[in-house]
């Protein structure tokens, strides 16, 4: 079974930063796309970042030059570092991965972790 488990959210001031962590474990085979969704109360959820094994990122344009993902292939794990943050950063954080199984499998599936609150109040 594949997990995905994540880290670092709580209550910050506005202005202030958050690092997001998200470790992936288990059975597998290797790992392609990995991001970050959100979901606002009484919203829909939302992709914040997503990242390719091979470096390549991709923003929401309401994130883009305040969050920055990256990602550690070795460890499987993915980050995410919140600055600036805002009221309206307020959400339940979704760390995501695409993974394959084992060698037979032909294509990738998406598991989700369990989210982390991130609370953004003065």
């Known amino acids: 079974q594949v997990q995905l488990v994540e880290s670092g959210g709580g209550l910050v001031q506005p202005g202030g930063s958050l690092r997001l962590s998200c470790a992936a474990s288990?059975?597998?085979?290797?790992?392609?796309?990995m991001g970050w969704y959100r979901q606002a109360p009484g919203k829909q959820r939302e992709l914040v970042a997503i990242?390719?094994?091979?470096?390549?990122?991709n923003y929401a344009d309401s994130v883009r030059g305040q969050f920055t993902i990256s990602r550690d292939n070795l460890k499987n794990i993915v980050y995410l570092q919140m600055n600036s943050l805002k009221p309206e950063d307020t959400a339940v954080y979704y760390c995501?991965?695409?993974?394959?199984?084992?060698?037979?499998?032909?294509?990738?599936?998406?598991?989700w972790g369990q989210g982390t609150q991130v609370t953004v109040s003065s």
């Open positions: 995501y991965a695409d993974v394959r199984r084992t060698v037979a499998d032909t294509s990738y599936a998406p598991y």
């Open positions: 288990g059975s597998m085979f290797g790992i392609n796309t």
């Open positions: 990242i390719t094994r091979r470096g390549t990122t």
